[in-house]
Structure formats: C-alpha cells, structure tokens
C-alpha cells in the first residue's frame, strides 16, 4: 500500500491550502484515516481524523481551521487547512490504521500505512 500525499507549500498567514492524500494497493474506506504533523524535535501529533463514517476529531489547536473530507470512490482524503498561523508550520503526514474503522485514535503508532510527508509552511 503507497499512501501519496501533495499540496504542501508555503502561504502567508491567513492564507489557505489543502492537502490530498491518495492510496494505491488497498481500497482504505472501511478505515479511519488522518493527517499528522511534525516540527523538528517534536513528536508526531494528529492534527485531523476521519473514520470510516466519516466521524472528524480535530486536535484544539486547528478545530475550526481545518477540515478534514474523503472521498471513497477516489480511496483519497483531503485537509482543508483555512485561516493559517505560522505555528502550523510544519511537515504533514497522512496516514491510514486498518486498526479502526469507527473511532480516531491519535497514538501514531496505531497508524500502519503513512505518506511520505508534505511540508507546509506558514509566513508571518
């Protein structure tokens, strides 16, 4: 299973930008799916989940900016990231567990296929 995500890139605060992530070798619709991000010496955090009936969770720190959407029929899923801060700056992740499919879990370990990371940067 390749997980490929794009849309990164750099935008000025306020800016938006939305992130896609599409998977090849396994149809991923029964299974909860979301977008991590990582700043250097942090640890992976979930910034938005989805499961597999399309329930979102939202870390508090991007719930109401972000929006997290997938589209089955694509086997992809995308983060509308709107009204962006430089503290989200980072590189994002998308990731799928084969774990869950009714629940979002944020422990990254939980999380068996990832993307190859897309960076996103925010200017002040």
Not at 21 to 31: D, I
Not at 43 to 63: F, K, N, P
Not at 69 to 91: F, G, H, I
């Amino acid at each position: 299973v390749q997980l490929q995500a794009s849309g990164g890139g750099l935008v000025q605060a306020g800016g938006s930008l939305r992130l896609s992530c599409t998977a090849s070798g396994r149809t991923l619709s029964r299974y909860a799916v979301g977008w991590f991000r990582q700043t250097p010496g942090k640890q992976r955090e979930l910034a938005a989940g989805i499961t597999a009936g399309a329930t979102t969770s939202y870390a508090d720190s991007v719930r109401g900016r972000f929006t997290i959407s997938r589209d089955n029929a694509k086997n992809t899923w995308y983060l509308q990231m709107n009204s962006l801060k430089p503290e989200d700056t980072a590189v994002y992740y998308c990731a799928a567990t084969t774990k869950y499919s009714t629940i979002v879990v944020a422990a990254a370990h939980l999380y068996n296929y990832w993307g190859q990371g897309t960076q996103v940067t925010v200017s002040s």
